[in-house]
C-alpha cells in the first residue's frame, strides 16, 4: 500500500502571524508617533503664539502711552509742524487717518513707535522678528444725542490700534507664531481754547477770553430803580485792577445785558480820553469845487459880491469876478463821549429836541452819584486800548459831530481888475488871479483862514457857535449835502456816514464801536436748551458734558476719589481734559498746589486755601464752580481761569444764575474771571484786589484736549501662521 | 499509528522569534520616543500657562502696583515671589488652583522697571523641580517669557 505524503498546509503559518501582528503594531506606533510629532509641534506652535501675542500685547500697551504722551499736551509746538506730521494734530483734524469703513491701509494711519516692546522681543528671541503698531481713528461723531452740534473739531470718536508680532520671513519656518491684536479706544476732542475772532460757532470756552465776565452784569448793577444803577464801586472802598495785557489779544471786560438793555459806560469829563479816538477828528470825505458849489449855492454870488468893486490898493479895483477854482469842501467826523457833566449841567438842558434828551437821561448808567464813577470802582489797564477790552455789552453814548469845511487854500479867483491911470493916460483893465490866501486883502485873510468856512451841521452849532469864523456865511443846502454823503461814503463805515446822517433826525448812536456786538449772544457755546433759549442762559460755559472726560467724581464730600484716581497727589493737581466733580473741592488747604497738565475742574464749589501755580507757563487751567461759588481765602497768586456760574440741572433745562465769588482776602489772579455776579460789596475791603489777564488763554489757534480712554471697548487677537 | 503532521521547525520559531525582537525592540523604542515627545509637549504647554499665568496677573494690577512691588517684594500678591524660584503647589484649599502635575515646577519672577519709559519689564521664568516627573519628561531646562506692562491712566 502506497502511502500518500500529506503535505502540512500550515507549514510556515507562525512567521505571517507574526509578520501581521509587526504591520498592525507598526501602524499603531507609527499613528501614535505621527501623533506625538504632531502634539509636539502644536505646542511648538503654541509657544510661539504664545510669545507673539506677548509681544503684541506689551506693543499694544506701549502704543497706547505713545498716543496718550503725544496728545498730552494741547499746546504742543509740534501740532504746527509744517510738515502735518504732529501726531496731536492728525488726531484732532482727523487728517489722513480717518477710516471710518475699516479699510487698513499704510496710508491712512499712523505709524507708532514701540523701543521698548522691540528691545523686549529682541531679549527673548533676537533679531527675529517684525513688530509693527499703526492706529487710524475709525468713528467720529461731532454731535451730541440731541442732535447739537459741538463746536469744529469738538467729538467723540473711537481710534483703532493694531499691533502686529510676526517672524522675519527667512525665520518663519522655526518661528510660526504670529499675532495680530486690535483694540478699540473711545476718545474725546475738547476744546480749551478758541481762536479770538469774530466766529458764528463759538466753543463753550468763550469766558476765557474775557479778564472779566458778569454774565449778569446789568441786572446786578440795575438795582431796584427802574432808571438808575448802582456803581460798581460800593459804599466801602473796594477796587479792582485789571490788566489785560499787551499782546494782540487782550483780555476783554463783558457786562452781561439782556434784551433791549444795554449797559452804559459811565464817564466824567476826567475820563472821556478813556474812549479811544473818542474825542479825534476823523476825515470822511472830500468834495470838489464844482460839488462845493452845490452845497453852498450862495458861495460863489458871495464871492463875487465880496470881491467886485474891491479896492486893491495903488488905484487898483476889482471890476468883476470872471472865475474861482480850486476850492474844496471837507467833511469830517467827531465823536465825542456823552459824560456825567453832559447830564448834570445845562448842557443837556439847552438840548432842543426834547426826545433825545430824554433818551440820554434815561438810560441805566453804572453810577448816579458824581463821587464814585465806574473808573474807581474797577480800574482798567492798558487805558488806551480800551475799546478793545470793553466787548458788545458796554455801550456808551456820544455826541456825533459833523463837520463841513471849505478849503480855500489853493483857491484861485480869476478877477478883472481896473487900475486907473493919470490922464492923458487910458485906464488900465487887466485879468488878474488873486490867490485867496497870499493876495486877498487882510479883511478877507482873517476870514479864509483854512478852514474858511466851518459848519457844524449838528447839535454841535449850538454848543460852538464861535466857530462860525467867517462874515460869508452862504446858507447849506442840505439835501445836496446828505445826498453826497450816502453817495460817497464808499468807505466801508456806513454807520459813520449813516451816524452823520442820523444828524437830521436828531439821533444819537450809542455803541462804543462801529461794528456790531462781537458775541453773537444766542450762538454762545452753540448749545440750545430746550424751550429756553434767553441768550445770557446760553451763554454757559462747557455745557456740553459728552465731552467731559470724567464725570461724578467725588460723589461724596471728600476728595478721596480724586486722589484714587491720580488728578489730585497730595499738592499737584493733573489736569486732562474736563473733569466734573459732584461735590466741593478745596484746594491749597494743606500747601500750594502746582498743576500739570490743561483742563477745566468742575465742582460745585471751590475753595481755595492755597497759591495755585502752573508747572507750564501754556497750559490751560480753569476752576469751575458749576452749581456753587469759587471762594478765595488766600492772598497768594491763583494762576488760573476762574469761573462761578450756575449750571443747569440734570434735565438741562432749569439754569440758576447767580454763581458768585467770594473774595475773602486779596485777591491776586493770574488767569480771568467769569461769574454770573460779581458781589463786590461782599468782597474784602481792600483797594489791591487785581486781575492780571493770562496771555496763555490767547492762543493763536483754536485749542484741543485730547483724552483716550484707557478702556478697551473692542478687541479681536488673531493668531496666525 | 505515525502522526504523520508535521510541526513547526526550530528554525522556523527561531526565525520568527527574531524577527518578532527586532521590530518589537523598535516599536518599543519608536513608542517611548513618542510618548517621551507627548509628555514633553504636554509639560511645555503646562509650562507656558504658568509663566503666562503671573504675566496676565501683573497686567491686571497695573503699571503703579507693579512698580510699588517691584520696590517692596512684600507688597507681592501671596502666591507670587519676585526674584526667586518659588515651588508651586498643589492646595485645593486655595482659592487660585492648579493641576496637580503643575507641582512638578517652579517659577521666578523678575520685575525690572524703565522709569524713563515708565514701564516695567516682567519676565518668569518655569523650570521643573528636582526629582520631579517634570524632569524626567521635559526636555527643556526652563521656558521664560517676557512681557512690558506699560503705564495707563486710571480713568
Given at each position: 500500500?502506497?502511502?500518500?505524503?500529506?503535505?502540512?498546509?500550515?507549514?510556515?503559518?507562525a512567521v505571517f502571524f507574526v509578520l501581521f501582528t509587526l504591520i498592525i503594531l507598526g501602524i499603531l506606533v507609527v499613528q501614535f508617533h505621527v501623533s506625538s510629532r504632531n502634539a509636539q509641534s502644536a505646542v511648538h506652535r503654541f509657544q510661539?503664539?504664545?510669545?507673539?501675542?506677548?509681544?503684541?500685547?506689551?506693543?499694544?500697551?506701549?502704543?497706547?502711552?505713545?498716543?496718550?504722551?503725544?496728545?498730552?499736551?494741547?499746546?504742543?509746538?509740534?501740532?504746527?509742524?509744517?510738515?502735518?506730521?504732529?501726531?496731536?494734530?492728525?488726531?484732532?483734524?482727523?487728517?489722513?487717518?480717518?477710516?471710518?469703513?475699516?479699510?487698513?491701509?499704510?496710508?491712512?494711519?499712523?505709524?507708532?513707535?514701540?523701543?521698548?516692546?522691540?528691545?523686549?522681543?529682541?531679549?527673548?528671541?533676537?533679531?527675529?522678528?517684525?513688530?509693527?503698531?499703526?492706529?487710524?481713528?475709525?468713528?467720529?461723531?461731532?454731535?451730541?444725542?440731541?442732535?447739537?452740534?459741538?463746536?469744529?473739531?469738538?467729538?467723540?470718536?473711537?481710534?483703532?490700534?493694531?499691533?502686529?508680532?510676526?517672524?522675519?520671513?527667512?525665520?518663519?519656518?522655526?518661528?510660526?507664531?504670529?499675532?495680530?491684536?486690535?483694540?478699540?479706544?473711545?476718545?474725546?476732542?475738547?476744546?480749551?481754547?478758541?481762536?479770538?475772532?469774530?466766529?458764528?460757532?463759538?466753543?463753550?470756552?468763550?469766558?476765557?477770553?474775557?479778564?472779566?465776565?458778569?454774565?449778569?452784569?446789568?441786572?446786578?448793577?440795575?438795582?431796584?430803580?427802574?432808571?438808575?444803577?448802582?456803581?460798581?464801586?460800593?459804599?466801602?472802598?473796594?477796587?479792582?485792577?485789571?490788566?489785560?495785557?499787551?499782546?494782540?489779544?487782550?483780555?476783554?471786560?463783558?457786562?452781561?445785558?439782556?434784551?433791549?438793555?444795554?449797559?452804559?459806560?459811565?464817564?466824567?469829563?476826567?475820563?472821556?480820553?478813556?474812549?479811544?479816538?473818542?474825542?479825534?477828528?476823523?476825515?470822511?470825505?472830500?468834495?470838489?469845487?464844482?460839488?462845493?458849489?452845490?452845497?453852498?449855492?450862495?458861495?460863489?454870488?458871495?464871492?463875487?459880491?465880496?470881491?467886485?468893486?474891491?479896492?486893491?490898493?495903488?488905484?487898483?479895483?476889482?471890476?468883476?469876478?470872471?472865475?474861482?477854482?480850486?476850492?474844496?469842501?471837507?467833511?469830517?467826523?467827531?465823536?465825542?463821549?456823552?459824560?456825567?457833566?453832559?447830564?448834570?449841567?445845562?448842557?443837556?438842558?439847552?438840548?432842543?429836541?426834547?426826545?433825545?434828551?430824554?433818551?440820554?437821561?434815561?438810560?441805566?448808567?453804572?453810577?448816579?452819584?458824581?463821587?464814585?464813577?465806574?473808573?474807581?470802582?474797577?480800574?482798567?489797564?492798558?487805558?488806551?486800548?480800551?475799546?478793545?477790552?470793553?466787548?458788545?455789552?458796554?455801550?456808551?453814548?456820544?455826541?456825533?459831530?459833523?463837520?463841513?469845511?471849505?478849503?480855500?487854500?489853493?483857491?484861485?479867483?480869476?478877477?478883472?481888475?481896473?487900475?486907473?491911470?493919470?490922464?492923458?493916460?487910458?485906464?488900465?483893465?487887466?485879468?488878474?488871479?488873486?490867490?485867496?490866501?497870499?493876495?486877498?486883502?487882510?479883511?478877507?485873510?482873517?476870514?479864509?483862514?483854512?478852514?474858511?468856512?466851518?459848519?457844524?451841521?449838528?447839535?454841535?452849532?449850538?454848543?460852538?457857535?464861535?466857530?462860525?469864523?467867517?462874515?460869508?456865511?452862504?446858507?447849506?443846502?442840505?439835501?445836496?449835502?446828505?445826498?453826497?454823503?450816502?453817495?460817497?461814503?464808499?468807505?466801508?463805515?456806513?454807520?459813520?456816514?449813516?451816524?452823520?446822517?442820523?444828524?437830521?433826525?436828531?439821533?444819537?448812536?450809542?455803541?462804543?464801536?462801529?461794528?456790531?456786538?462781537?458775541?453773537?449772544?444766542?450762538?454762545?457755546?452753540?448749545?440750545?436748551?430746550?424751550?429756553?433759549?434767553?441768550?445770557?442762559?446760553?451763554?454757559?460755559?462747557?455745557?456740553?458734558?459728552?465731552?467731559?472726560?470724567?464725570?461724578?467724581?467725588?460723589?461724596?464730600?471728600?476728595?478721596?476719589?480724586?486722589?484714587?484716581?491720580?488728578?489730585?497727589?497730595?499738592?499737584?493737581?493733573?489736569?486732562?481734559?474736563?473733569?466734573?466733580?459732584?461735590?466741593?473741592?478745596?484746594?491749597?488747604?494743606?500747601?500750594?498746589?502746582?498743576?500739570?497738565?490743561?483742563?477745566?475742574?468742575?465742582?460745585?464749589?471751590?475753595?481755595?486755601?492755597?497759591?495755585?501755580?502752573?508747572?507750564?507757563?501754556?497750559?490751560?487751567?480753569?476752576?469751575?464752580?458749576?452749581?456753587?461759588?469759587?471762594?478765595?481765602?488766600?492772598?497768594?497768586?491763583?494762576?488760573?481761569?476762574?469761573?462761578?456760574?450756575?449750571?443747569?440741572?440734570?434735565?438741562?433745562?432749569?439754569?440758576?444764575?447767580?454763581?458768585?465769588?467770594?473774595?475773602?482776602?486779596?485777591?491776586?489772579?493770574?488767569?480771568?474771571?467769569?461769574?454770573?455776579?460779581?458781589?463786590?460789596?461782599?468782597?474784602?475791603?481792600?483797594?489791591?484786589?487785581?486781575?492780571?489777564?493770562?496771555?496763555?488763554?490767547?492762543?493763536?489757534?483754536?485749542?484741543?484736549?485730547?483724552?483716550?480712554?484707557?478702556?478697551?471697548?473692542?478687541?479681536?487677537?488673531?493668531?496666525?501662521? | 499509528?505515525?502522526?504523520?503532521?508535521?510541526?513547526?521547525?526550530?528554525?522556523?520559531?527561531?526565525i520568527a522569534m527574531a524577527l518578532m525582537m527586532v521590530v518589537i525592540l523598535s516599536i518599543f523604542m519608536l513608542n517611548q520616543t513618542s510618548n517621551r515627545s507627548s509628555m514633553d509637549a504636554y509639560f511645555e504647554t503646562l509650562c507656558?500657562?504658568?509663566?503666562?499665568?503671573?504675566?496676565?496677573?501683573?497686567?491686571?494690577?497695573?503699571?503703579?502696583?507693579?512698580?510699588?512691588?517691584?520696590?517692596?517684594?512684600?507688597?507681592?500678591?501671596?502666591?507670587?515671589?519676585?526674584?526667586?524660584?518659588?515651588?508651586?503647589?498643589?492646595?485645593?484649599?486655595?482659592?487660585?488652583?492648579?493641576?496637580a502635575d503643575?507641582?512638578s515646577?517652579?517659577?521666578?519672577?523678575?520685575?525690572?522697571?524703565?522709569?524713563?519709559?515708565?514701564?516695567?519689564?516682567?519676565?518668569?521664568?518655569?523650570?521643573p523641580?528636582?526629582?520631579s516627573k517634570a524632569e524626567v519628561w521635559f526636555r527643556k531646562?526652563?521656558?521664560?517669557?517676557?512681557?512690558?506692562?506699560?503705564?495707563?491712566?486710571?480713568?
Amino acid at each position: 500500500m502506497r502511502l500518500k505524503r500529506q503535505t502540512n498546509s500550515k507549514k510556515g503559518i507562525a512567521v505571517f502571524f507574526v509578520l501581521f501582528t509587526l504591520i498592525i503594531l507598526g501602524i499603531l506606533v507609527v499613528q501614535f508617533h505621527v501623533s506625538s510629532r504632531n502634539a509636539q509641534s502644536a505646542v511648538h506652535r503654541f509657544q510661539t503664539s504664545e510669545m507673539a501675542r506677548q509681544i503684541a500685547a506689551a506693543a499694544q500697551e506701549e502704543a497706547f502711552k505713545y498716543l496718550y504722551d503725544k496728545t498730552d499736551n494741547p499746546n504742543s509746538k509740534s501740532y504746527d509742524d509744517l510738515d502735518g506730521s504732529s501726531i496731536l494734530r492728525k488726531i484732532i483734524d482727523r487728517t489722513s487717518i480717518y477710516a471710518p469703513d475699516f479699510k487698513r491701509t499704510s496710508s491712512n494711519c499712523i505709524k507708532i513707535d514701540i523701543p521698548a516692546t522691540v528691545k523686549m522681543a529682541e531679549n527673548i528671541m533676537g533679531d527675529r522678528m517684525d513688530i509693527t503698531a499703526e492706529a487710524r481713528i475709525v468713528d467720529f461723531r461731532n454731535c451730541n444725542y440731541q442732535g447739537n452740534v459741538f463746536y469744529k473739531n469738538e467729538g467723540i470718536g473711537t481710534i483703532e490700534i493694531v499691533t502686529t508680532a510676526k517672524a522675519k520671513e527667512k525665520y518663519k519656518k522655526n518661528f510660526p507664531g504670529a499675532c495680530t491684536i486690535v483694540r478699540h479706544h473711545d476718545y474725546k476732542v475738547v476744546s480749551l481754547l478758541s481762536k479770538k475772532e469774530r466766529d458764528e460757532n463759538y466753543a463753550g470756552n468763550r469766558v476765557l477770553d474775557y479778564a472779566l465776565f458778569i454774565r449778569q452784569g446789568q441786572n446786578e448793577f440795575l438795582g431796584n430803580s427802574s432808571d438808575l444803577g448802582f456803581s460798581l464801586n460800593p459804599d466801602k472802598k473796594v477796587q479792582l485792577e485789571i490788566n489785560a495785557g499787551s499782546g494782540s489779544t487782550l483780555g476783554k471786560v463783558h457786562f452781561g445785558t439782556d434784551h433791549d438793555h444795554y449797559t452804559f459806560l459811565n464817564l466824567s469829563d476826567k475820563t472821556k480820553d478813556f474812549i479811544p479816538n473818542g474825542n479825534k477828528v476823523i476825515d470822511l470825505l472830500e468834495a470838489e469845487d464844482q460839488d462845493v458849489d452845490k452845497f453852498l449855492p450862495s458861495f460863489r454870488a458871495g464871492i463875487i459880491a465880496s470881491y467886485t468893486g474891491l479896492y486893491l490898493g495903488d488905484d487898483c479895483t476889482v471890476t468883476s469876478v470872471n472865475s474861482i477854482t480850486g476850492h474844496k469842501a471837507l467833511f469830517k467826523h467827531q465823536k465825542l463821549p456823552i459824560t456825567d457833566e453832559h447830564i448834570n449841567t445845562d448842557t443837556l438842558k439847552n438840548e432842543r429836541n426834547t426826545s433825545s434828551k430824554n433818551a440820554v437821561e434815561k438810560q441805566h448808567l453804572f453810577v448816579t452819584n458824581n463821587n464814585y464813577n465806574y473808573f474807581d470802582g474797577i480800574k482798567i489797564n492798558p487805558k488806551e486800548r480800551l475799546d478793545e477790552i470793553l466787548d458788545s455789552d458796554i455801550r456808551k453814548q456820544f455826541f456825533n459831530y459833523g463837520y463841513f469845511l471849505v478849503d480855500l487854500s489853493k483857491c484861485v479867483i480869476n478877477v478883472t481888475v481896473k487900475k486907473d491911470m493919470p490922464w492923458p493916460l487910458d485906464d488900465i483893465i487887466e485879468s488878474k488871479d488873486l490867490y485867496v490866501i497870499k493876495e486877498s486883502p487882510q479883511t478877507v485873510k482873517d476870514t479864509l483862514k483854512t478852514p474858511v468856512i466851518c459848519y457844524n451841521y449838528n447839535y454841535s452849532a449850538i454848543f460852538n457857535s464861535n466857530e462860525y469864523k467867517t462874515n460869508i456865511k452862504p446858507k447849506i443846502n442840505y439835501e445836496e449835502l446828505y445826498n453826497f454823503i450816502k453817495t460817497h461814503d464808499d468807505n466801508q463805515t456806513p454807520s459813520i456816514a449813516s451816524r452823520a446822517f442820523t444828524f437830521i433826525n436828531n439821533e444819537y448812536s450809542y455803541q462804543l464801536k462801529d461794528e456790531p456786538p462781537i458775541i453773537s449772544q444766542d450762538d454762545f457755546h452753540n448749545r440750545e436748551y430746550i424751550g429756553n433759549s434767553r441768550p445770557y442762559e446760553a451763554q454757559y460755559p462747557f455745557a456740553h458734558f459728552n465731552l467731559f472726560n470724567k464725570r461724578y467724581v467725588n460723589d461724596v464730600n471728600k476728595l478721596e476719589e480724586l486722589q484714587e484716581l491720580g488728578i489730585l497727589e497730595k499738592n499737584k493737581l493733573k489736569l486732562r481734559g474736563i473733569i466734573h466733580c459732584s461735590s466741593d473741592v478745596v484746594l491749597g488747604e494743606n500747601g500750594d498746589i502746582t498743576v500739570e497738565g490743561s483742563g477745566v475742574l468742575i465742582a460745585r464749589n471751590i475753595n481755595i486755601k492755597g497759591a495755585i501755580k502752573k508747572a507750564n507757563k501754556d497750559s490751560v487751567v480753569v476752576l469751575f464752580a458749576r452749581n456753587g461759588n469759587v471762594i478765595i481765602n488766600t492772598s497768594k497768586t491763583i494762576e488760573a481761569a476762574l469761573i462761578s456760574m450756575k449750571g443747569p440741572d440734570g434735565s438741562g433745562l432749569n439754569m440758576g444764575s447767580d454763581g458768585r465769588i467770594v473774595v475773602n482776602d486779596k485777591l491776586d489772579l493770574k488767569g480771568s474771571l467769569a461769574v454770573d455776579y460779581l458781589n463786590i460789596k461782599q468782597w474784602k475791603e481792600t483797594d489791591s484786589h487785581k486781575i492780571t489777564y493770562d496771555e496763555a488763554l490767547a492762543p493763536t489757534r483754536d485749542v484741543y484736549q485730547v483724552n483716550i480712554a484707557n478702556w478697551v471697548t473692542f478687541e479681536r487677537v488673531i493668531e496666525n501662521e | 499509528m505515525i502522526n504523520k503532521r508535521k510541526a513547526f521547525t526550530l528554525m522556523e520559531i527561531i526565525i520568527a522569534m527574531a524577527l518578532m525582537m527586532v521590530v518589537i525592540l523598535s516599536i518599543f523604542m519608536l513608542n517611548q520616543t513618542s510618548n517621551r515627545s507627548s509628555m514633553d509637549a504636554y509639560f511645555e504647554t503646562l509650562c507656558f500657562s504658568l509663566a503666562r499665568e503671573p504675566i496676565e496677573v501683573f497686567r491686571g494690577l497695573g503699571y503703579e502696583t507693579v512698580l510699588a512691588i517691584s520696590k517692596n517684594h512684600k507688597l507681592c500678591p501671596a502666591p507670587y515671589k519676585i526674584g526667586e524660584f518659588t515651588n508651586i503647589t498643589f492646595d485645593p484649599k486655595l482659592a487660585l488652583q492648579y493641576p496637580a502635575d503643575a507641582e512638578s515646577f517652579q517659577r521666578r519672577i523678575d520685575l525690572t522697571p524703565n522709569s524713563s519709559g515708565k514701564y516695567i519689564n516682567i519676565k518668569v521664568t518655569v523650570a521643573p523641580r528636582n526629582m520631579s516627573k517634570a524632569e524626567v519628561w521635559f526636555r527643556k531646562e526652563s521656558i521664560i517669557l517676557e512681557s512690558n506692562i506699560v503705564w495707563k491712566p486710571k480713568w
